[in-house]
């Protein structure tokens, strides 16, 4: 009798398995990594606000006391509390829908 070169059903078998498995954990890695990108960018428009915020409100003359309004729907809250006779320190909190973030940072007039 004459033997046929290829596979047989258990290797297609496990092959099909093997690339299902491999298939799933690209699919899982995928998602994962859409996700953090989602969040990385999330988290850098409430970065770039809040630098937004400092800059407009730590530009003039600083007054303690909180003030708070909104930015391109990104609502914020800052509080100027004075520490030395020349030092201010300045407490940022911006926030979207449920992601909130907080900066803090010292500046000092004369």
């Known amino acids: 009798m004459k033997r046929q070169a290829g596979f047989t059903l258990l290797e297609m078998l496990a092959a099909l398995t093997l ?4 298939s799933t954990v690209l699919l899982v890695a995928f998602g994962q990594s859409a996700r953090s990108l989602a969040q990385a960018a999330h988290s850098d428009r409430l970065t770039h606000a809040a ?8 530009a003039g003359r600083l007054v303690e006391g909180v003030s708070q309004g909104a930015l391109d ?3 914020w809250q800052l509080t100027c509390v004075r ?7 300045l407490d940022l909190i911006v926030s979207e829908g449920p992601r909130q973030a907080r900066f803090s940072t010292l500046k000092v007039r004369q």
């Open 19 to 22: 690339m299902a498995v491999c």
């Open 51 to 58: 630098l937004s915020v400092l800059d407009q409100e730590a």
């Open 73 to 75: 729907g990104i609502h």
């Open 83 to 89: 520490q030395q006779a020349h030092l201010y320190r």
